[in-house]
Every structure is written in C-alpha cells, then in structure tokens.
C-alpha cells in the first residue's frame, strides 16, 4: 500500500495551533523544522526533531505558505503559467515536508504527544487547503491561464499540470457559492477529525485487545521463539507469566495458522472480529456512520450522488458501475472456490474425528493441512529460507539489480527515528547518486498495522529534489539472538512494498505535483503488484531462499512445490478480499438520508446481497477496523488492489514473453511508466508499455479462479 500525500481539505482558521494544543512546550532555541535539512537529500534531522517543534512549525509554516499564495493571487501582472501555475507548485515546500514528516511518524513511531497533536492539527491542515482551493482571486487566476491554455505553446507535462490543478480546485469546491463553501468547509473539518478518530481508536484497541492466554499448554502448535514473544508481549501489557498474542489490523491473524487448540483460536478470531464494534473508549460504530454521512453530505454538496462517484470521476475506473461490475465478475468464482477448498478441509476434520464444522477461526490451520497434502509441503517448511536480511539484499535488491542495474549501500552515519530502521543510498546503474530508502520492518505498538510505503522527499527537477522513500511492515520481531523468518506472504509483500518504492524512486518529472506515487489511487498499486512476481522468478528465488543456519539452497523439490502451489487458497484470499470491497463501495455509495445507524447489520446485508456473506471466509477487514477506507485514503478505493491486478496480469504475461528478469524490460517499463509518475494519463502510460488493452480473464485465471480447486481423494 502506498500512503498518498496528506490531502488538504476544508476547515477554519480559528485559532493558532499553538493555542489549539496546550500540551506544547514553550521555549526553544532552535526548531529543525522551520529550516531545509541540510543532510543528504534532505533527509529529516530525526535525531534533533521533537513533539515540540511541530505545533510552532505547522503555525509557522501554514502562515508563510498562505502569504506565498496571496502574493500569487495579488500579482498585478497578467496571469500567466510561471506567475501562476509554477508559483502555486513552488509554494509551502517545508510545509509539503512537513505534512510528509509528520503523517509518516505518526503512522509509523507514535506517542500519546503526539496523537494529541494530530487530533488537534486535522481539522487545522485541512482549513489550510481550503484557504488555497478555495481561494476566489487565485482561483480565477488559474481559470485565465487555463482559458488560454491552447495558445502557451506548453509541453506535455506542463500542459497537464494546468489541467490539473484546475480540476483540483474545480473538485476541492472553488465554483461553489460563498454559502456553500462554508458547508464545505464545516464537513471537510469533521471528516478529517473524524477520521483521526478512527485510525487513533484502531491504533489504540490494536495494543489493547492483545488476546492473553494462561498457559504455554494452550499455544502448543506455535514455535519456542513465536512463544517467547508472547511471553515478552504480556510482560510488557503488565501481565508476566502469561501469553499475549498481539493482533495484526487484518481479520486473520498469523497464529491461527499454527495453533493447535481450537478454543483458542476461536477466542483469536472472535476477538479480532469483534474489534471497534463491542463498546468501550475504542468503539468505532458511530464514527462510521458519521463519515458515512459527511462524505455523502460533502458529495451531494460538490454536485454527485455518493461519494463513491466522487472519489472515481477521478481515477481510472472512472465510475461506480464499472467497478460494481469487476466485483460482480470476482464474487461468484471466488465463493464457489472458498466453497471447495472448505470441502476439502472438512474432509480433514471429520477424518480426525473433530466433531465442528470448518469455520473462520479453522481456515489457516486445516487449509495448511491440505496444502502439506495436495503438495507434501507446509508454510512452516519455507521460513528457515527466507531470512529477512537474505530476502532483502540477495531477493530484492538483487532483482532490482539485475533489472534496472541499481546498487546499494547502508548507510550507518544518517540519523533514524527508531532503532530498528536501516537506510540505504541507491546508486543508478552508471553509479550516480539516486535516492535513499528508509527499511522500517518491524511491529511495535507504536506503529499502525499493515505494510505501506511513503516519502519524505519527492523528486522535482524543478526544486532539483531527489526522493527519500520508505517502506513499512509489521513483521514480528524475534527475541535477541534469534533470526528473522519470514512467511511467504511476508517475502511478498517485502518485495510488493519495494515496487513502491521503485516507482517513488525513479520518478524524473519536473513538477512535484506529478511526482513519484502522485496518480490515481487505482493506478498506484500497480508497480508495486509488478514487483511482486520477481519474488518467484526463478533466478531471484534461487539467490535468497537459502537456509539461515547453513546457506544450502532451497531444495529443488520444495522450490517446486512453492510454485506449483501458487494458486492454492485463492478462494479463500479472493472472497476476503471481494467482501472488504463490498463493505468500502457498500458504505460509499449511499445517499446521506440512506446512511444507516446499525453498522453491523448493514456490513451484513451488504455481504449477503453481494453474494460474497459466507461465514468461514469473513471479510479481510470489517467497517470498524477498516483502516484503509475510512482513514487511509482508499475510501471508495479498496478495489484498487484487484484493478491494479487486472493490469499487472497483463503486465506479467508481457514481461514472460519478452524475456523476463532483463536489463532491456527493466529499462522500458522505467522509462514508459515508472518514471513518469503522474505526469500523464495513467492509462496511457500503461498502453504504452504493454501496447494493449487490459482484459480481467488473465486475472481470473492468475488466480486460478477459471476452475474449482485441486480436491482431496481418500481411499474409502
């Protein structure tokens, strides 16, 4: 997942922060903040920043970019495209740092200062975009330049940035009457309060629903390290001698794939579904409906009938339809699959004579059961191949060796915010310097849940900026002493996050509007979902899946094995998936006065109508701890995972048949797509680079959806 820019909306300036967090600290000699890093690339002085400096450098910053804008909206001068346009993406350029800084920290190291401070700045950063977007003198500035815009003799990217930022102001509300830009100030104020809310409740139940176990005889089935965590997990939750398993903000949770007693992991699972949702300071049911209703409210007021059709006029599906229609056309495939691979474990069950039904809380452990079957081996048999830092150099950073021919090397002199983070200078293949990458891999309770990658410099050629990126997991951290192994899923998503990466660094625009990871929310997981297939190519798999203890290759057969059973499961992992895009359009494409009050039932019969409400699959993520629709910037958006996929299918299917893993594909699909960030249309970068149109059927069958899954067969 990719974290897009702090997007600015609406409020009022009432009061300066300063004055809004009493917490702040007063006196200091020196804020780092309020002056350009002078480290390498500008990276931010981590080791000098403290929750102090913000509050005085969002007033400070907010201020001098307002002044930069009234100087534009002023000028007596003929608006022109440099006057207006250029001066406009100049602007703020430590308060864009800023925004970047914080949102990232607050994300991925956060404090209880600090969660005071970004309840207190939301509906601040958001009354800052609206004194721009809606500003009437600049507006028409740019409407002139754009009135013009055939007669400027622009280039291509410049003529796309007037476009651009036309329609920013057009979407942020700039032709409404004055009354009306009001309501669109007071509903843009409540959304981003609200949505704090949600993630900081998320955050906060993440730690403290930790499901506590009495005994070690009750986690039988996990590993003596995975045990050992836990015990260290309850320590700390002021519990010693007891166990705690810690949740991931997923509906499963990567215990009930080991453990053994079945109440246990019906408690795992009850608890993690029940998240948000069973009263207490955490509850996020009525925070739900209330963005439910103010994002309805804000459409309805912006001209559109939901806000689903307001957030997709402006990506590539472009409307509610066409992505109803590439649910529709996942659901029924994926549920008939889930049904089969739930047949196939019950058969498991009853022949040990278990006694239950296969439910959610069962689907881990048996379908591993029938994978060891169906392919004589386990998920359990991989990890002692995937060492984190193997996996990292000799996987990842191999592939993108070998086919953008980029180098590596750590960097022990840069400040980090957290021990844990490593940094790495990337070197181009003529040996120019061209980014630094942040490697900030581990859990801990004061980083939010999931994988995501973001920026702290963006690359501009016009601010003669290069990109300083990160990327984030939650990967548990072992006891001292002990190796990091990853899950395949895990190995993964360490190379899916790194396609983000990618594509923030090689960005080479000239405006920072377009720069990096700036396109379509459904456009932008589609690097990072290419990157993904260069984990099983065989030459890259080769070079890191070696035992951690003794450096021998993954044998052959298991190797085998791992690719042949690439699509095992994927009923299961489409159904989530589907119902978690039912619960986001479900929620999004509601009128105001048909949001309702009962969350769960209504996430119910979302599902049921769907098609997709089948018990022993639950939803990848409920409306109460459902992070990435309701704070994290893929409202109405979730479906961009199966889009992107519908274009990486075709995207893989072109680099099997031009070669594979080589410098020439590498250099194409940088310099047709990677590098142009969105400095055009999305979708023409993607013709560009596979000549042709994407087509679902590649998708269904990648994930061997076009017919039922492999069965079981017992003699008698």
Known sequence: ???????????????????????????????????????????????????????????????????????????????????????????????????????????????????????????????????????????????????????????????????????????????????????????????????????????????????????????????????????????????????????????????????????????????????????????????????????????????????????????????????????????????????????????????????????????????????????????????????????????????????????????HDLPVYQPDVRVFEVFDADGTPLALFLADYYARPSKHGGAWMNEYVSQSTLLGTKPVVANHLNIPKPPDGQPTLLTFDEVTTLFHEFGHALHGMFSNVKYPRFSGTKVPRDFVEFPSQVNEMWAVWPSVLKNYAKHYQTGAPMPGALLNKLLEAQKFNQGHSTTELVAANVIDQAWHQLKPSEVPDDVLAFEASALKQAGVDYPPVPPRYRSTYFSHTFSGGYSAGYYSYFWAEVLVADSVDWFKAHGGLTRANGDRFRSTLLSRGGSRDAMSLFRDFTGGEPDIKPLIKRRGLDHPPVMLEFDG
């Open 1 to 411: 997942m990719s974290k897009l820019p702090f997007v600015l909306f609406a409020a009022n300036l009432a009061l300066p922060l300063a004055a809004a967090e009493s917490a702040a600290p007063a006196p200091m000699t020196a804020n780092p903040l309020l002056t350009e890093s002078t480290l390498p690339y500008h990276l931010p002085p981590f080791d000098q920043i403290r929750n102090e400096h913000f509050v005085p450098a969002f007033d400070a910053l907010m201020a001098a970019q307002l002044k930069e804008v009234d100087a534009i909206a002023a000028n007596p001068e003929k608006p022109t495209f440099e006057n207006t346009i250029v001066a406009l993406d100049r602007s703020g350029l430590l308060l864009k740092r800023l925004n970047a800084l914080f949102s990232n920290l607050t994300q991925a190291n956060t404090n209880p200062a600090l969660e005071k401070i970004e309840a207190a700045l939301s509906p601040r950063r958001s009354a800052h975009s609206d004194a721009i977007f809606l500003n009437p003198a600049l507006y028409a500035r740019v409407q002139a330049v754009y009135a013009q815009r055939d007669a400027l003799g622009l280039d291509a990217e410049s003529k796309w940035l007037l476009e651009r930022y036309r329609l920013d102001f057009v979407r942020a509300g700039a032709n409404l009457a004055d009354a009306d830009k009001a309501k669109l100030k007071a509903l843009n104020a409540a959304i981003a309060t609200a949505q704090t809310t949600f993630a900081q409740n998320v955050q906060k139940e993440k730690n403290a629903d930790a499901l506590i176990v009495d005994t070690r005889e009750e986690l039988a089935g996990l590993t003596d390290s995975e045990i050992t965590a836990a015990a260290s997990a309850a320590k700390a939750a002021g519990q010693p001698g007891k166990f705690a398993l810690v949740l991931l903000n997923t509906t499963g949770q990567p215990a009930l794939e080991s453990l053994k007693n079945r109440a246990v992991r019906e408690r795992l699972m009850q608890v993690s579904l029940a998240r948000g949702s069973h009263g207490g300071p955490y509850d996020n049911r009525a925070v739900v409906v209330q963005l439910a209703k103010l994002r309805a409210e804000r459409a309805v007021l912006l001209g559109y009938p939901s806000h689903a059709a307001y957030q997709l006029e402006d990506q590539t599906a472009k409307n509610v339809e066409t992505v109803n229609r590439l649910l529709a056309q996942l659901a029924l495939p994926a549920v008939a699959n889930a049904r089969y691979e739930a047949a196939n474990m019950q058969q498991l069950v009853d022949r040990e004579h278990g006694g239950f039904k296969i439910d959610a809380a069962d689907w881990s452990l048996y379908s591993e059961k029938v994978r060891k079957i169906l392919y004589s081996f386990d998920g359990s048999q991989l990890k002692p191949y995937f060492e984190l830092n193997r996996v990292l150099t000799d996987g990842v950073f191999y592939a993108a060796h070998e086919l953008y021919g980029l180098t590596f090397k750590e960097r």
